[in-house]
Protein backbone atom coordinates (compact mmCIF):
# COMPACT_ATOMS: atom_id res chain seq x y z
CA UNK A 1 0.00 0.00 0.00
CA UNK A 2 1.44 3.66 -0.95
CA UNK A 3 1.30 6.05 2.11
CA UNK A 4 3.02 9.29 2.40
CA UNK A 5 3.80 10.65 5.70
CA UNK A 6 4.38 14.52 6.38
CA UNK A 7 5.86 16.13 9.34
CA UNK A 8 6.03 18.02 10.77
CA UNK A 9 2.42 17.77 11.44
CA UNK A 10 2.24 21.60 13.10
CA UNK A 11 4.51 24.48 12.66
CA UNK A 12 4.73 27.58 14.43
CA UNK A 13 7.06 30.24 13.31
CA UNK A 14 7.76 33.99 13.42
CA UNK A 15 7.73 35.97 10.37
CA UNK A 16 11.43 36.17 8.39
CA UNK A 17 12.17 32.88 10.15
CA UNK A 18 13.17 29.82 7.49
CA UNK A 19 11.70 26.45 7.55
CA UNK A 20 11.74 22.76 5.67
CA UNK A 21 8.54 20.54 5.84
CA UNK A 22 9.24 17.07 4.74
CA UNK A 23 7.13 14.40 2.67
CA UNK A 24 8.57 10.79 2.97
CA UNK A 25 7.06 7.66 1.77
CA UNK A 26 8.69 3.57 1.70
CA UNK A 27 7.51 3.58 -2.30
CA UNK A 28 8.86 5.22 -5.02
CA UNK A 29 6.75 8.39 -7.16
CA UNK A 30 6.77 8.71 -10.52
CA UNK A 31 6.48 12.38 -9.58
CA UNK A 32 5.20 14.33 -6.31
CA UNK A 33 2.94 17.49 -5.94
CA UNK A 34 2.75 19.99 -3.59
CA UNK A 35 -0.17 21.52 -2.77
CA UNK A 36 -0.92 24.87 -0.24
CA UNK A 37 -4.55 25.04 1.02
CA UNK A 38 -5.52 28.21 2.71
CA UNK A 39 -8.17 28.46 5.60
CA UNK A 40 -11.61 28.09 4.05
CA UNK A 41 -10.11 27.36 0.45
CA UNK A 42 -9.87 23.96 -1.49
CA UNK A 43 -5.90 22.69 -2.11
CA UNK A 44 -3.91 24.64 -4.94
CA UNK A 45 -0.95 22.84 -7.03
CA UNK A 46 2.52 24.86 -5.99
CA UNK A 47 4.43 22.40 -8.12
CA UNK A 48 5.02 18.61 -9.33
CA UNK A 49 8.35 17.23 -9.47
CA UNK A 50 9.32 14.48 -11.58
CA UNK A 51 12.90 14.01 -11.63
CA UNK A 52 14.84 12.25 -8.96
CA UNK A 53 17.41 15.17 -7.48
CA UNK A 54 14.79 17.95 -8.87
CA UNK A 55 15.08 21.42 -7.20
CA UNK A 56 12.27 23.79 -8.50
CA UNK A 57 11.66 27.84 -7.13
CA UNK A 58 8.66 29.13 -6.47
CA UNK A 59 10.14 32.70 -5.35
CA UNK A 60 10.80 31.88 -1.80
CA UNK A 61 9.48 28.27 -1.77
CA UNK A 62 12.20 25.12 -2.83
CA UNK A 63 11.00 21.94 -3.78
CA UNK A 64 13.48 19.25 -3.86
CA UNK A 65 12.72 15.47 -4.92
CA UNK A 66 14.91 12.89 -3.73
CA UNK A 67 17.11 10.79 -5.51
CA UNK A 68 15.60 7.71 -5.12
CA UNK A 69 12.11 9.61 -5.32
CA UNK A 70 11.01 8.46 -1.80
CA UNK A 71 10.64 11.67 -0.83
CA UNK A 72 10.14 15.70 -0.90
CA UNK A 73 10.84 18.53 1.56
CA UNK A 74 9.85 22.34 0.64
CA UNK A 75 11.99 24.84 2.14
CA UNK A 76 10.56 28.07 2.76
CA UNK A 77 13.07 31.49 3.08
CA UNK A 78 12.02 34.56 5.33
CA UNK A 79 8.27 33.67 5.72
CA UNK A 80 5.68 35.91 5.28
CA UNK A 81 1.72 36.05 7.28
CA UNK A 82 0.63 35.20 3.50
CA UNK A 83 2.76 31.36 3.80
CA UNK A 84 -0.08 30.35 6.53
CA UNK A 85 -1.50 27.42 5.54
CA UNK A 86 -1.84 23.81 5.05
CA UNK A 87 1.14 22.01 3.11
CA UNK A 88 0.16 18.83 1.43
CA UNK A 89 2.16 16.42 -0.31
CA UNK A 90 0.40 13.96 -3.19
CA UNK A 91 1.65 11.12 -5.68
CA UNK A 92 0.09 9.15 -8.25
CA UNK A 93 -1.49 5.75 -7.09
CA UNK A 94 -0.61 2.65 -9.37
CA UNK A 95 -4.15 2.67 -10.24
CA UNK A 96 -4.57 5.46 -13.46
CA UNK A 97 -5.23 9.21 -12.61
CA UNK A 98 -5.78 8.74 -8.65
CA UNK A 99 -3.75 10.35 -6.67
CA UNK A 100 -2.62 9.59 -2.98
CA UNK A 101 -2.39 12.98 -0.57
CA UNK A 102 -0.18 13.08 2.73
CA UNK A 103 -1.70 14.27 6.14
CA UNK A 104 -0.31 17.85 6.08
CA UNK A 105 1.72 20.25 7.59
CA UNK A 106 -0.21 22.84 9.35
CA UNK A 107 2.16 26.31 8.93
CA UNK A 108 0.97 29.35 10.92
CA UNK A 109 3.18 32.48 10.11
CA UNK A 110 2.86 34.64 13.27
CA UNK A 111 3.36 38.51 12.29
CA UNK B 1 -8.16 29.26 -15.12
CA UNK B 2 -10.02 26.48 -14.09
CA UNK B 3 -13.09 26.64 -12.05
CA UNK B 4 -14.59 23.85 -9.40
CA UNK B 5 -18.12 25.60 -7.99
CA UNK B 6 -19.09 23.39 -5.12
CA UNK B 7 -22.97 24.20 -4.68
CA UNK B 8 -22.96 24.80 -0.68
CA UNK B 9 -19.79 26.04 1.64
CA UNK B 10 -21.78 24.88 4.73
CA UNK B 11 -24.50 22.57 5.00
CA UNK B 12 -26.30 21.11 8.65
CA UNK B 13 -28.42 18.18 8.10
CA UNK B 14 -30.25 15.65 10.46
CA UNK B 15 -29.46 12.07 11.28
CA UNK B 16 -31.24 10.09 8.56
CA UNK B 17 -31.53 12.71 6.08
CA UNK B 18 -30.47 11.84 2.19
CA UNK B 19 -27.94 14.68 1.38
CA UNK B 20 -26.92 15.91 -2.28
CA UNK B 21 -23.36 17.65 -2.57
CA UNK B 22 -23.05 19.24 -6.22
CA UNK B 23 -19.97 20.25 -7.97
CA UNK B 24 -19.78 21.56 -11.21
CA UNK B 25 -16.06 21.81 -12.94
CA UNK B 26 -15.94 24.73 -16.00
CA UNK B 27 -13.01 23.03 -17.93
CA UNK B 28 -14.12 19.88 -19.62
CA UNK B 29 -12.33 17.96 -17.44
CA UNK B 30 -13.07 14.00 -17.42
CA UNK B 31 -12.01 13.18 -14.10
CA UNK B 32 -14.04 14.04 -11.44
CA UNK B 33 -13.48 13.17 -7.65
CA UNK B 34 -14.97 13.50 -4.02
CA UNK B 35 -12.89 13.43 -0.85
CA UNK B 36 -13.32 14.46 2.73
CA UNK B 37 -11.11 15.73 4.50
CA UNK B 38 -10.36 15.04 8.39
CA UNK B 39 -7.95 16.74 10.61
CA UNK B 40 -4.81 14.64 10.33
CA UNK B 41 -6.04 12.02 8.24
CA UNK B 42 -5.57 14.06 5.08
CA UNK B 43 -7.75 13.77 1.86
CA UNK B 44 -9.54 10.49 1.83
CA UNK B 45 -10.53 9.13 -1.70
CA UNK B 46 -14.58 8.95 -1.73
CA UNK B 47 -15.29 8.04 -5.59
CA UNK B 48 -13.41 8.65 -8.81
CA UNK B 49 -15.34 9.22 -12.00
CA UNK B 50 -13.50 9.40 -15.76
CA UNK B 51 -16.29 9.87 -17.77
CA UNK B 52 -20.32 10.51 -17.90
CA UNK B 53 -22.01 7.58 -16.08
CA UNK B 54 -18.65 6.24 -14.99
CA UNK B 55 -17.23 5.76 -11.12
CA UNK B 56 -14.52 3.87 -9.33
CA UNK B 57 -14.91 3.20 -5.49
CA UNK B 58 -12.45 4.98 -3.78
CA UNK B 59 -10.95 4.02 -0.46
CA UNK B 60 -14.21 4.78 1.92
CA UNK B 61 -16.98 4.43 -0.52
CA UNK B 62 -19.21 2.88 2.59
CA UNK B 63 -22.15 5.34 2.68
CA UNK B 64 -22.06 7.03 -0.06
CA UNK B 65 -22.87 7.19 -4.18
CA UNK B 66 -22.64 9.70 -6.65
CA UNK B 67 -23.53 10.71 -10.05
CA UNK B 68 -22.30 11.80 -13.16
CA UNK B 69 -24.80 12.55 -15.86
CA UNK B 70 -23.21 15.49 -17.39
CA UNK B 71 -19.11 15.71 -17.75
CA UNK B 72 -19.66 18.73 -16.04
CA UNK B 73 -21.08 17.62 -13.12
CA UNK B 74 -20.47 15.45 -9.88
CA UNK B 75 -23.00 14.65 -6.98
CA UNK B 76 -21.99 13.19 -4.00
CA UNK B 77 -25.05 11.59 -2.10
CA UNK B 78 -25.03 10.45 1.44
CA UNK B 79 -28.08 8.14 1.40
CA UNK B 80 -28.91 8.07 5.11
CA UNK B 81 -26.93 10.41 6.41
CA UNK B 82 -24.66 9.71 10.08
CA UNK B 83 -23.02 11.52 12.74
CA UNK B 84 -19.60 10.11 11.60
CA UNK B 85 -20.18 11.93 8.03
CA UNK B 86 -19.63 15.24 9.80
CA UNK B 87 -16.36 16.93 7.51
CA UNK B 88 -15.11 18.23 5.14
CA UNK B 89 -15.80 17.47 1.22
CA UNK B 90 -13.99 18.84 -1.55
CA UNK B 91 -14.47 17.90 -5.18
CA UNK B 92 -12.08 18.32 -7.92
CA UNK B 93 -11.72 17.55 -11.51
CA UNK B 94 -8.31 16.43 -13.71
CA UNK B 95 -7.80 15.76 -17.38
CA UNK B 96 -7.40 12.18 -18.20
CA UNK B 97 -4.24 12.43 -20.40
CA UNK B 98 -1.82 10.28 -17.88
CA UNK B 99 -0.38 10.01 -14.14
CA UNK B 100 0.12 12.58 -12.35
CA UNK B 101 -2.54 15.33 -13.29
CA UNK B 102 -2.76 18.01 -11.04
CA UNK B 103 -5.95 18.25 -9.68
CA UNK B 104 -8.13 21.25 -9.39
CA UNK B 105 -10.42 21.90 -6.20
CA UNK B 106 -13.37 23.45 -5.22
CA UNK B 107 -13.34 25.35 -1.84
CA UNK B 108 -14.96 22.54 -0.08
CA UNK B 109 -18.63 21.65 1.95
CA UNK B 110 -18.38 21.65 5.64
CA UNK B 111 -21.28 19.06 6.39
CA UNK B 112 -22.61 19.03 9.86
CA UNK B 113 -24.65 15.85 10.80
CA UNK B 114 -27.01 16.23 13.93
Known amino acids: TQLLEQSPQFLSIQEGENLTVYCNSS?????LQWYRQEPGEGPVLLVTVVTGGEVKKLKRLTFQFGDARKDSSLHITAAQPGDTGLYLCAGPKTSYDKVIFGPGTSLSVIP | DVKVTQSSRYLVKRTGEKVFLECVQDMDHENMFWYRQDPGLGLRLIYF???????EKGDIPEGYSVSREKKERFSLILESASTNQTSMYLC?????????????FGDGTRLSIL
Open chain 2, 92 to 104: ASSLRKGRGQPQH
Open chain 1, 27 to 31: SVFSS
Open chain 2, 49 to 55: SYDVKMK
